[in-house]
């Protein structure tokens, strides 16, 4: 199979302060990464694209001074919410992709942050 | 502008009746198409890949068709442990290669299935 972690499950922190989620691909090497979000009853939605060794690429209208992301190996990317205020309350979802063919993604199990 | 809509927004079934679930996409250049489940809270369980029109491809009740606007998700005889919400999803292509390529996902069809 292809399983995909994250931690934390849930978060819950005072604006202002600093999150930081994994994801952890657990048998088998993902060359990319991807980060979602996705608000009730919405789509999911493309926050980046993290490839191992090298800068993640942000779409349009996400901040990257916000969403840190960092992937430091082939198993590991980290999301980082600086500064969270209340609208970034939101369930966060990676996913991470075998190869650079285009295979289906293996999703996380996702972590729903709440800022107080 | 690359697009993908999935209709109906909800569906409740009873057990048993079987039934169709759409999506449409409008994109510039279709690399593949998915469909995911997802249970509340969860993240999305990936049940099929389709690339080409005139594909098929089933899984227990599932079964999924593509045509050049548009896949059905056709679900048969379903039973009260296939109420999810099913997303499909469809990769759409920037370059040669499909290292660039897109994501596009749908708001998803939320079923439920009464016993």
């Known amino acids: 199979g292809a399983v995909v972690s994250q931690h934390p499950s849930w978060v819950i922190c005072k604006s202002g302060t600093s999150v930081k989620i994994e994801c952890r691909s657990l048998?088998?090497?993902?060359?990319?990464m991807f980060w979602y979000r996705q608000f009730p009853k919405q789509s999911l939605m493309l926050m980046a694209t993290s490839n191992e060794g090298s800068k993640a690429t942000y779409e349009q209208g996400v901040e990257k001074d916000k969403f840190l992301i960092n992937h430091a190996s082939l198993t590991l990317s980290t999301l980082t919410v600086t500064s969270a205020h209340p609208e970034d309350s939101s369930f966060y979802i990676c996913?991470?992709?075998?190869?650079?063919?285009?295979?289906?993604?293996?999703f996380g199990p996702g972590t729903r942050l709440t800022v107080l | 502008e690359d697009q993908v809509t999935q209709s109906p927004e909800a569906l409740r079934l009873q057990e048993g009746e079987s039934s169709s679930l759409n999506c449409s996409y409008t994109?510039?250049?279709?690399?593949?198409l998915f469909w995911y489940r997802q249970d509340p809270g969860k993240g999305p369980e990936f049940l099929f890949t389709?690339?080409?029109a005139g594909e098929e491809k089933e899984k227990e009740r599932l079964k999924a068709t593509l045509t050049k606007k548009e896949s059905f998700l056709h679900i048969t005889a379903p039973k009260p442990e296939d109420s999810a919400t099913y997303l499909c999803a469809v990769q759409v292509e920037f370059s040669q290669g499909a290292r660039d390529d897109k994501i596009i996902f749908g708001k998803g069809t939320r079923l439920h299935i009464l016993p």
């Open positions: 996913s991470a992709q075998k190869g650079y063919s285009y295979n289906e993604q293996f």
């Open positions: 994109v510039s250049g279709l690399r593949g």
């Open positions: 048998d088998f090497q993902a060359t990319t």
């Open positions: 389709l690339y080409s």
